[in-house]
Every structure is written in C-alpha cells, then in structure tokens.
C-alpha cells in the first residue's frame, strides 16, 4: 500500500537514523510467526547492557517531559539532552537503577527544558558494578509545548492496538499505521485507551473469510489470558517487537491512558469473574497487576510503580501550551458495577465523585483556549456489555438522564453555567470512526451547551459496525466510517487515527479523521472563544 502522507522534518531525520539503527535488534523477520530473539544493537560488547527496546516520552510540557527505557540486566539509566542531534553541550540527567523490580523499566524526569524548542535525548544504560561498561546509546527526539500562542499546536489520537487476536504481521510490514503517524510527525500522540489486549490471546495465524491467511508475531504471553503480573509486563512487551512502534515512540511523545482490555474486557472495581479462562477471579486483584505493569511501560507524570503496587492515579491534566490543556479521564477505576443503568441516583456513575470533582475544579482553572476531554469512552454511543448491561454512559433511553448519565449531565451543566469555553471530546473504543454532534435542542436533557465529539479507532485491531445512538443528549452523526460486520482483520478495514491541529494566528482547531493509507474522511474547523459550538 502506498502512503500519500509528508515525511519527516529535516531536524529529525539524522536522529531517526541512529534510532533505527540502535532498534534493529527487534526486526521481523519475514517468515518467522514467533518473536524474534533480542539480539544485541549493532557495535554493543558483550557483556553490556542493552536497551533494545527502544525509547519514548511521555507527558511532555513547556519545560519538562518523562523519558523511558528497559534495560536486559540491572542498570543505571542516563540520559543526555541537546539542542543539537550532535549532542554538543549536553546536559546530563541521572536516571534510577533498574531492576527486576520494575521488570528492568526506568523513566528519568526532564525539567528546566526550553518551551517550543526540538530536545534531542540518548539513553545510556551503565552496568551498576562497573560504571565504564555500558549499552550503546539509544536516541531519540520531541518537541517541547510552545510558551507562545502563534507557535500552534498539532497532534494525533487513537486507540486499540493488538486486539481481537490481530498481532504483528510480518506480511504487512507490522503496525504500519504508527509509520504513517510518525510521517505526519506531530508534538505528541494522544493513546486513547485499549493499549494492549490482556485478555486477547494471540495465535500464529488466523484463516479470513476469503481464504487468506492472517500470519501473528508470537511470544508466551501472549498465548493466554493475562493473570500474573509477568503476563501482564509480556502484554506490553509484545507491542515493542514492532519496529514501527518503536521508531514512532523515539519520534512523537505520548499522553496515554487506558480502558479496560489492559486488564479484560468490560472490567470494572470489586467484579468477580466467571470466565472459565481465568484461574484468578478477583478483578481487583488483576487489576492491580494490570495497573503496575502498565506504569511500568508507559512514562505517565501522575503514576508510580513502587514494589508490589501502583501508586498515583491515571486521570491528570497535561498542559501544552496556551493554546491547549489535555484532561486525561479514568472512566474505568472508579466506575460502579455494569447495570442496565436505569438508576435515577448515581452518585458514583463513570468517573467516581472524587474525580468529577477534580475535573470540575481544573477546567475552572483552565486558561487554555481549547480544553480536550480525553475521554477513553464514549458518551452518546450505546456499548452494551451483554444482553443486558451497559458498559459506557450511554443505556438506549432517550430519556431524562439515568445511571452514569446523570454523572455526565453534572459535568456538562456545570461547563455551560461557569461559561467555560473551547471544551471537546476525543476517544476510541468503539473500532471505527466517526464525528456526533451534541444538541439541547434535540435532547432530552436541555440544560448544556453544544459540543462535538470525535472518535477514532483502532489503531491495530479488528473493525466493527458503528454503536447506536442515545438521544439523552442530543447527539447527530455527522459522520461516521464503519464495517458492516463484526472483527474486520487490518487486512480488510483500514484502521483509524484522528489529527488536531490548532492554528497559532486565528486560533482554530481541526479536526481531521483519518484512514489508514492517508485519506482524510472528514474535517471540521471549530472556532475558539465558544462555550458551545
């Protein structure tokens, strides 16, 4: 397939090579379905430490950002910044020893960095008994938020990535979606939830309807249901094999939250299992491993993986800018129980009040022109959990608010009442892609102001048919791009991004959905200043 999309600026290009070439040890190979084994980056001694892995960054601001690596062995992580890919006058950040502790993951916190401004980083990882041994440099690169409004601002989001038994292909080149993000080479990428599939075994091939045959990547972890905490850490491993993954990661930061497939399907707090896959019933229990291992691959500001446990939280605000504040919500660790959600009190709904609290208070401090809520559901589409139950906030009565409506019904009086302005919804989950449009005068529930919300997906999963809407609040599809049938392999159904782009001058904000392949689907300009749109 050929990609109509730019490459990569100038000021990247020298260091996207030493990147690659430092990645090269997790190549696919052509025929193989089993993961490769991690051979040593080129020019590495025995004996050393390796980062094969690769790198990436995580939350990054005006002036700080989070840099991550996993080492093969105990290590001290180092990390070197520069203006410059030559790395002349480099400024030298101690990173934490390494260890199996954290299953050999580190993330060394930037501060003090110029806004607006390319930061080109190497990751060195020394051996902790003999300082002068150490791994070859890993390298990457990202850009800094602007601290002016006319630098503007432009991003990309998705979501779902390894699912529905859909893994790494060799025959078609891998993610190949991430290349083609990385091409566009935006300030950062927001992952909207579903980062791995614990509870989707991969296997080494999978016949399509049309007779072809769907050939997987395959590790041991992958091979079952996620229970243990190793199984979990192999679940994020498994997505790194990809070198499409890893040079995206060494290019574009990521803002990263997740869903509920990082644990299983449709999960929520205190839910007992009868799924006879599981040994371990108690959700809670995997979700606590679910929660370490993914602080533990992904750099994220607000989380901590301290011994046996997780501390921090998920949902947090990332600020880019003036022209842009990024809420990133949990609406999966305080949720209450899936139920038909016809409750008429619920004071607990999809965020839990603890969080509906801080997010009311930090869009009230908010100065950002635009505030995205980056959502990792939806909330006018109907997603069922079984035949009775309801997994989002949306239940199918297009009625006065119930259940974990009200919840949201709370948040979006409270946005029209305090005039906050600039607000919009981002999210994945549903496996394709679309733009809904939310009216009080088409809804039951009247007392908001308009918003949009946009949704892309997956990124590297099977596609399924669009979700119904719920009138509650209004919602027109203005578009929407999806199968006709459930679990379209990447080899039948493009897969998903969506690209926002604010303009530094006017202010406006695009927002563009995207298909694989580099077709723009749809666009929409909205303009800044706006409580409603």
Same mark, same amino acid.
């Given at each position: 397939?050929?990609?109509?999309?730019?490459?990569?600026?100038?000021? #990247?290009?020298?260091?996207? #090579?030493?990147?690659?070439?430092?990645?090269?040890?997790?190549?696919?190979? &052509?025929?193989?379905?089993?993961?490769?084994?991690?051979?040593?980056?080129? =020019?590495?001694?025995?004996?050393?430490?390796?980062?094969?892995?690769?790198?990436?960054? &995580?939350?990054?601001?005006?002036?700080?950002?989070?840099?991550?690596?996993?080492?093969?062995?105990?290590?001290?992580? @180092?990390?070197?910044?520069?203006?410059?890919?030559?790395?002349?006058?480099?400024?030298?950040?101690a990173g934490p020893l390494l260890g199996?502790?954290?299953?050999? +993951?580190? +993330?060394?916190?930037?501060?003090?960095?110029?806004?607006?401004? $390319?930061?080109?980083?190497?990751?060195?990882?020394?051996?902790?008994?003999?300082?002068?041994?150490?791994?070859?440099?890993?390298?990457?690169?990202? %850009? +800094?938020?602007?601290?002016? #409004?006319?630098?503007?601002?432009?991003?990309?989001?998705?979501?779902?990535?390894?699912?529905?038994?859909?893994?790494?292909?060799?025959?078609?080149?891998? *993610?190949?979606?991430?290349?083609?993000?990385?091409?566009?080479?935006?300030?950062?990428?927001?992952?909207?939830?579903? +980062?791995?599939?614990?509870?989707?075994? @991969?296997?080494?091939?999978?016949?399509?309807?049309?007779?072809?045959?769907?050939?997987?990547?395959?590790?041991?972890?992958?091979?079952?249901?996620?229970?243990?905490?190793?199984?979990?850490?192999?679940?994020?491993?498994?997505?790194?094999?990809?070198?499409?993954?890893?040079?995206?990661?060494? $290019?574009?930061?990521?803002?990263?939250?997740?869903?509920?497939?990082?644990?299983?399907?449709?999960?929520?707090?205190?839910?007992?299992?009868?799924?006879?896959?599981?040994?371990?019933?108690?959700?809670?229990?995997?979700?606590?491993?679910?929660? %370490?291992?993914?602080?533990?691959?992904?750099?994220?500001?607000? =989380?901590?993986?301290?011994?046996?446990?997780?501390?921090?939280?998920?949902?947090?605000?990332?600020?880019?800018?003036?022209? =842009?504040?990024?809420?990133?919500?949990?609406?999966?660790?305080?949720?209450?129980?899936?139920?038909?959600?016809? $409750?008429?009190?619920?004071?607990?709904?999809?965020?839990?009040?603890?969080?509906?609290?801080?997010?009311?208070?930090?869009?009230?401090?908010?100065?950002?022109?635009?505030?995205?809520?980056?959502?990792?559901?939806?909330?006018?589409?109907?997603?069922?959990?079984?035949?009775?139950?309801?997994?989002?906030?949306?239940?199918?009565?297009?009625?006065?608010?119930?259940?974990?409506?009200?919840?949201?019904a709370e948040l979006l009086r409270f946005?029209?009442?305090? %005039?906050?302005?600039?607000?919009?919804?981002?999210?994945?989950?549903?496996?394709?892609?679309?733009? $809904?449009?939310?009216?009080?005068?088409?809804?039951?529930?009247?007392?908001?102001?308009?918003?949009?919300?946009?949704?892309?997906?997956?990124?590297?999963?099977?596609?399924?048919?669009?979700?119904?809407?719920?009138?509650?609040?209004?919602?027109?599809?203005? *578009?929407?791009?999806?199968?006709? #049938?459930?679990? =379209?392999?990447?080899?039948?159904?493009?897969?998903? *991004?969506?690209?926002?782009?604010?303009?530094?001058?006017?202010?406006?904000?695009?927002?563009?959905?995207?298909?694989?392949?580099?077709?723009?689907?749809?666009?929409?300009?909205?303009?800044? &200043?706006?409580? &409603?749109?």
């Amino acid at each position: 397939m050929s990609y109509s999309v730019p490459g990569p600026s100038p000021a #990247r290009r020298s260091v996207l #090579r030493g990147s690659l070439a430092a990645s090269a040890a997790l190549t696919l190979g &052509g025929a193989a379905t089993a993961a490769p084994a991690l051979a040593a980056p080129a =020019l590495a001694l025995s004996g050393r430490p390796r980062a094969a892995w690769g790198v990436q960054t &995580g939350d990054v601001t005006a002036h700080s950002g989070l840099v991550w690596v996993r080492s093969d062995r105990p290590a001290r992580m @180092i990390v070197e910044t520069s203006a410059t890919d030559s790395f002349r006058r480099a400024h030298r950040h101690a990173g934490p020893l390494l260890g199996a502790g954290s299953d050999f +993951t580190g +993330t060394t916190a930037l501060h003090g960095l110029p806004p607006g401004e $390319q930061i080109h980083y190497r990751v060195t990882l020394a051996d902790p008994d003999d300082p002068r041994r150490t791994s070859e440099p890993v390298v990457g690169t990202f %850009r +800094t938020a602007p601290a002016r #409004r006319r630098d503007g601002v432009r991003f990309l989001w998705s979501g779902d990535i390894a699912g529905q038994g859909w893994g790494i292909n060799p025959d078609i080149g891998g *993610f190949r979606a991430f290349e083609e993000m990385r091409r566009l080479d935006p300030d950062f990428f927001l992952c909207s939830g579903d +980062t791995i599939y614990a509870d989707g075994p @991969i296997q080494p091939s999978v016949t399509l309807p049309d007779g072809r045959v769907w050939r997987n990547v395959t590790t041991a972890e992958k091979a079952k249901v996620a229970e243990t905490l190793d199984e979990y850490r192999g679940n994020f491993r498994y997505n790194l094999l990809d070198h499409n993954v890893r040079a995206f990661n060494a $290019q574009v930061p990521s803002i990263v939250q997740w869903d509920d497939h990082e644990v299983r399907n449709n999960w929520y707090p205190g839910q007992i299992l009868e799924d006879p896959r599981y040994t371990e019933k108690d959700v809670n229990v995997l979700a606590a491993r679910a929660s %370490r291992a993914f602080a533990e691959y992904f750099p994220v500001s607000t =989380l901590h993986a301290r011994g046996d446990a997780t501390e921090g939280r998920m949902h947090r605000v990332v600020r880019y800018g003036p022209l =842009l504040d990024v809420f990133v919500l949990d609406m999966r660790s305080y949720r209450n129980a899936n139920s038909p959600g016809r $409750q008429a009190d619920d004071t607990t709904g999809i965020l839990g009040a603890e969080q509906l609290a801080w997010l009311k208070r930090e869009l009230s401090r908010s100065r950002a022109v635009w505030k995205v809520l980056a959502a990792d559901m939806p909330l006018g589409l109907v997603v069922p959990d079984g035949s009775v139950n309801i997994e989002a906030v949306a239940q199918g009565d297009p009625g006065v608010p119930l259940g974990r409506e009200l919840q949201i019904a709370e948040l979006l009086r409270f946005v029209k009442h305090r %005039r906050i302005t600039g607000t919009l919804w981002l999210t994945a989950d549903v496996h394709y892609t679309s733009a $809904q449009h939310y009216a009080p005068e088409r809804a039951a529930f009247q007392d908001f102001a308009p918003f949009w919300e946009f949704v892309s997906g997956p990124l590297a999963a099977g596609g399924f048919p669009a979700n119904r809407l719920d009138a509650t609040f209004g919602p027109e599809r203005v *578009f929407v791009r999806a199968p006709e #049938r459930a679990n =379209l392999s990447p080899m039948e159904s493009p897969q998903y *991004f969506g690209e926002v782009d604010i303009d530094g001058g006017s202010g406006e904000l695009t927002v563009r959905l995207r298909a694989e392949g580099g077709t723009v689907l749809f666009s929409k300009v909205l303009q800044p &200043g706006r409580v &409603g749109q």
